[in-house]
């Protein structure tokens, strides 16, 4: 099941951070805030984001994306004692490519058990030589910001 990204034109997740949208509110830390996710894959399944609207990891600030991240980290030790889980998956999908359906930067924290099956990430996991591993971290070196 698919929900809306949009409510009456606007973004659900800002509608969410002005108020306007419900939402079972977790933490509020200002210029982030997290929430249950409505679709959650197990419970104690929660959605971080940033206050300001912005669609991709390019767009976030500095700062907002390590306090994002630092209120993911409270949340997982919060989660594994209040659903009683034995690991929690941070997942942040950038762009629809990576599987983002809603078009503002959101970090899943996915409670887990040692044998739920309800996560998975599939891949062809390649195994390159050092010197394509090499090449490839000397292009990106080259361009990071």
Do not use: Y
Not at 68 to 93: I, K, P, S, T, Y
């Amino acid at each position: 099941m698919n929900l809306p990204s949009e409510v009456d034109g606007q973004c659900v997740f800002c509608g969410i951070a002005r108020g306007s949208q419900p939402a079972s509110i977790v933490a509020d830390e200002g210029e982030v805030l997290a929430f249950c996710d409505v679709q959650p894959v197990a419970p104690g399944h929660l959605l971080v984001v940033p206050r300001e609207h912005v669609e991709g990891l390019a767009d976030l600030s500095d700062a907002d994306g390590k306090d994002m991240f630092a209120l993911a980290q409270r949340l997982a030790r919060a989660v594994r004692r209040a659903v009683r889980c034995d690991g929690v998956n941070l997942f942040l999908a950038d762009g629809a490519a990576a599987g983002q359906e809603i078009p503002h930067v959101h970090l899943h924290v996915v409670p887990r058990t040692a044998r739920d099956g309800v996560f998975r990430i599939s891949a062809n996991w390649s195994l390159p030589a050092r010197a394509d591993l090499d090449a490839t971290a000397a292009r990106i070196r080259s361009i990071l910001i």
